[in-house]
């Protein structure tokens, strides 16, 4: 009679533990919440999204709290110290929100009073704006939303443009001295030589294909890139692109399938700073062929149908994208199958091994990345 009795302080235990559990975890993602809103009030991020993404993290540790606090109510019909404790977090974390929301929508809404030297603009929208000839020398113009505004004349000298879109901006005869311009999009922008590009970032022009990458810095459209590089993979030459040199430290790269289209690892060579941020500075292309699968052994038995072993493969080409020329090409083995077991199982037929991973795909081009050789 004690067994069921055991069974439920069992139960009651992993609801318990399961409970607990939930807490720590809505707790650190509070944690996080109130982090991201920090990093997106200093300007790091963009103040919208930032708000957005902390309101998400903070929102379960809110609902466990609310929770909480009704249930004490409808038990005990007041609240204990306990209890007390808990409404506290919650009012502070709401004030904590509604005051950050209060910020960014004056902070947003302010924008054109503030413009002027040292001035704080992050995530401003003055896309149109005539700002010819303003100075604007060392603000801070992060996340901000820039397209068509006219620039020229004016004194940008150590404007920080991080992650800000500059599409169709033009900077004619603008100063733009130690101007910083990682993440942005300087899109069909009028007025900026690469010259003049790798002098305001103090670089030397020759360099600029690989810091332009490692910054993110974009000049072209990301999908007219892709676009006319693919013809790669077909072994056609891009006479636009930037001239392999084995010896360079740096290589930028991208990855299609073998017909040129995009794949889930396309987007892993922006992550790793690989990709080039124009098609004239685009030095290789990886061709990743399809899966192939292939019989490895057939396990024969007296009694029980036989069991197939299968593994798989991908093939990689990597081209040099201004000769349509192949530099190198190889097979990836995935995970081979397990061994044939010593008894036939009932109804198995096939024992299949492990695909070919991205991360044994990135593995092999990373190679290439630093060194361009094998």
């Known amino acids: 009679m004690s067994y069921p009795s055991n069974m439920n302080s069992s139960s009651r235990g992993c609801k318990k533990t399961a409970l607990v559990i939930l807490v720590v975890l809505a707790g650190i993602s509070g944690c996080l919440g109130l982090i991201i809103l920090l990093v997106a009030l200093t300007g790091s991020m963009h103040p919208v999204i930032g708000l957005i993404t902390?309101?998400?993290?903070?929102?379960p540790i809110l609902v466990i709290l609310i929770m909480n606090l009704q249930k004490?109510?409808?038990k005990n019909g007041h609240f204990d110290g306990k209890a007390w404790w808990m409404l506290a977090v919650v009012i502070i974390l709401g004030i904590i929100l509604l005051v950050s929301l209060v910020f960014v929508i004056v902070n947003l809404g302010g924008c054109q009073g503030r413009l002027g030297p040292d001035?704080?603009?992050?995530?401003?929208?003055?896309?149109?704006?005539d700002l010819s000839g303003r100075n604007l020398s060392n603000a801070t113009i992060r996340y901000a939303d820039l397209?068509?505004?006219?620039f020229s004349n004016a004194d940008l000298s150590g404007v920080d443009f991080t992650g800000s879109n500059l599409h169709n901006a033009d900077f004619t005869d603008a100063n733009l001295a130690n101007v910083i311009f990682d993440m942005a999009k300087l899109i069909n922008v009028i007025g900026l030589t690469d010259e003049m590009l790798a002098d305001s970032i103090h670089i030397s022009v020759?360099?600029?294909?690989a810091v332009t990458a490692q910054k993110q810095i974009q000049l072209e459209e990301r999908s007219l890139l892709l676009a006319e590089l693919k013809i790669a993979c077909q072994s056609q030459a891009v006479p636009s692109a930037h001239r392999y040199d084995v010896d360079q430290p740096f290589h930028t790269l991208v990855i299609f399938d073998d017909d040129g289209e995009n794949i889930d690892l396309t987007s892993t060579t922006i992550l790793r700073k690989w990709e080039p941020m124009a098609v004239r500075f685009t030095d290789l292309v990886a061709c990743v062929g399809e899966e192939q699968e292939e019989i490895v052994q057939t396990c024969h038995y007296n009694d029980g149908i036989p069991i197939v072993r299968y593994a798989y493969w991908q093939e990689i080409e990597v081209i040099q994208a201004?000769?349509?020329?192949?530099?190198?090409s190889t097979v990836?083995?995935?995970?081979?199958?397990?061994?044939?077991?010593d008894y036939a199982p009932e109804s198995q037929d096939k024992i299949r091994g492990g695909g070919v991973t991205h991360d044994q795909i990135t593995e092999y081009l990373e190679e290439f990345i630093s060194s361009g050789e094998e």
């Open 54 to 59: 902390a309101f998400i993290f903070i929102l």
């Open 72 to 74: 004490q109510r409808r």
């Open 119 to 129: 001035a704080s603009l992050t995530g401003c929208d003055l896309s149109g704006q």
């Open 147 to 150: 397209n068509q505004v006219d």
């Open 206 to 209: 020759e360099d600029l294909y």
């Open 322 to 328: 201004r000769t349509g020329q192949i530099l190198s």
């Open 332 to 341: 990836l083995h995935g995970k081979q199958p397990d061994y044939c077991p």
